[in-house]
């Protein structure tokens, strides 16, 4: 069986190499030379879409921001769509599976969930979510050491997927200001129930954010420098500027708190993170705003 994959980048030659592996022909679209990867011999790299035709899923790898424009000017060939970007876009603050069912009429489905680029193409055990498809493109997408459970809801692993980013953010910079371990624990656990809140206002079910998309991509996200969006949020710690790369949260993280706001959810940590990304505020003041908050209850 064969399978296609849009964009070579670092997720999405892993996730070639893995299914590569496990036997799937892959189609590896890119416009320019894909990630240096030790591809098996059954990944062609392809520079025409058209290349694509008779995959069984065609999993979209591009970063969150690029998704509406890439699927406005390109017409893909006819298979089931796998959304993998991790972000809400900036212009509409519409989900992916949003913007894609405004240009395209594939079903959609979201792969999701804490897995590392590099560690899955290694083949170490990794589990990660599908949203939306059913068990026979669980099978498909599922390998020996490449674990995907189902769920229905699509707006929740989309939005644990995206939000916790800008949580990883938060972690980031309280590491790297050295504010300590457990200012970055503080910030995980009531980063988590803002993920919750906006999550449940944008129509997700809470359970969601339990499972793999929600509270275990935040582990994973909020402890490694692996992850992108911590490396930044250190390097906004340290007094540095941008790590360079794909770095979800730092659009997410204004159109989120926007969208706090607008659905009148409270969302302290999401908003001094905009604050600060926005060059608004500096870490100090953000920090500062938090700490002086009002007591309350958990």
């Not at 809400?88 to 792969?111: P, T």
């Not at 680029?117 to 170490?124: P, T, V």
Request: proline share 3%; charged share 15%; glycine share 12%.
């Amino acid at each position: 069986m064969k399978i296609g994959i849009i964009g070579a980048g670092a997720f999405g030659s892993a996730l070639a190499v893995a299914y590569g592996h496990s036997g799937l022909d892959v189609a590896l679209w890119a416009r320019a030379k894909p990630f240096e990867r030790n591809y098996p011999p059954t990944v062609s790299h392809v520079s025409n879409l058209e290349d694509l035709a008779g995959s069984e899923a065609i999993l979209l790898v591009l970063p969150a921001q690029k998704t509406g424009v890439f699927l406005e000017e390109n017409t893909l060939p006819d298979a089931p769509l796998v959304l993998c970007a991790k972000g809400i876009d900036a212009g509409s603050g519409l989900l992916q599976s949003q913007i894609a069912a405004a240009h395209c009429k594939a079903h959609l489905s979201v792969l999701t969930g804490p897995g590392f680029a590099n560690e899955i193409a290694a083949h170490l055990p990794t589990a990660l979510t599908l949203a939306g498809g059913n068990a026979a493109q669980q099978a498909l997408l599922s390998t020996d050491r490449l674990r995907l459970y189902r769920t229905d809801d699509l707006i929740g692993a989309q939005a644990g997927g995206a939000l916790k980013n800008v949580i990883a953010l938060a972690c980031g910079m309280a590491i790297g200001a050295g504010l300590g371990e457990s200012a970055r624990a503080a910030l995980l656990t009531r980063g988590f129930a803002e993920m919750q809140r906006l999550g449940v206002a944008l129509g997700a079910r809470a359970e969601t954010f339990q499972g793999l998309s929600g509270l275990g991509d935040l582990a994973l996200t909020c402890a490694s420098a692996q992850s992108r969006n911590f490396a930044q949020g250190l390097a906004f710690g340290r007094g540095n500027g941008h790590t360079g790369g794909t770095v979800e949260g730092l659009a997410t993280a204004q159109v989120a708190a926007e969208l706090a706001i607008k659905l009148g959810v409270e969302a302290p940590i999401t908003a001094a993170v905009a604050e600060v990304v926005a060059g608004r505020a500096s870490l100090g003041e953000a920090m500062e705003a938090l700490l002086a908050r009002p007591l309350k209850e958990e």
